[in-house]
């Protein structure tokens, strides 16, 4: 699959059908993080990955109400790291959350090729994660990403809307 393919493949499904997790596919993830760019090459995340039956029944509870789609997730992604001295600070700018964010990224469109769903979600107790886990207090736990498979007879939910390219482009100088 070309990366276009993938950018535009890739959604964030909320109907989601089991599907085996395998090693390959885990190494597969694992090395689109580990190969995502970083500041100084940092690497500032880390990913817990939850794939056995038992504890993904036990991480239901973490999730928030709205969230209960998540409930057939096939596997679990907890994504967390230290602290912000982990990766460069630049005067004001930070930048462990940003690299964070493209190692996800990477992630997410590695799904879409292998035919999975990866869907990044805010809506979880931390407080909870910790007490079924061994991530510390210290430990920023930023972002859980839920994996499947979109049943191929589901109803396609539409892409939720967009920006336009003219609310966030500007070519040659900012606009107001
Ligand atoms: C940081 C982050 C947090 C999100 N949290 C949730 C969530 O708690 N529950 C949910 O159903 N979707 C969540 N989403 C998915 C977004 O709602 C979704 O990506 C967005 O609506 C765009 O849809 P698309 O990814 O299918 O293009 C989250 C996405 C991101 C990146």
């Given at each position: 699959m070309k990366v276009q393919e993938a950018i535009e493949k890739r959604r964030a499904y909320s109907i989601l059908e089991n599907t085996e997790i395998t090693d390959e596919i885990l190494d597969k993830l694992t090395k689109a993080a580990q190969l995502s760019p970083s500041c100084y090459n940092n690497q500032p995340w880390r990913i817990l990955f939850i794939r056995s039956k038992e504890r993904l029944a036990e991480f239901k509870q973490v999730?928030?109400?709205?969230?209960?789609?998540?409930?057939?997730?096939?596997?679990?992604?907890?994504?967390?790291?230290?602290?912000?001295?982990?990766?460069?600070?630049?005067?004001?700018?930070?930048?462990?959350?940003?690299?964070?964010?493209?190692a996800v990224g990477q992630m997410l469109l590695q799904a879409t090729e292998l035919g999975l769903v990866a869907h990044p979600i805010a809506g979880y107790s931390p407080q909870k994660i910790r007490k079924i886990t061994n991530i510390p207090e210290d430990y920023k736990i930023i972002a859980m990403i839920i994996?499947?498979?979109?049943?191929?007879?589901?109803?396609?939910?539409?892409?939720?809307?967009?920006?336009?390219?003219?609310?966030?482009?500007?070519?040659?100088?900012?606009?107001?």
């Open positions: 999730l928030t109400k709205g969230n209960d789609w998540a409930f057939a997730a096939s596997m679990i992604a907890v994504v967390f790291f230290t602290k912000k001295e982990d990766d460069c600070v630049i005067h004001d700018r930070k930048y462990y959350l940003f690299d964070t964010g493209i994996f499947g498979k979109h049943p191929q007879k589901a109803e396609e939910e539409a892409r939720p809307p967009r920006k336009d390219f003219s609310e966030f482009r500007y070519l040659e100088d900012y606009k107001k």
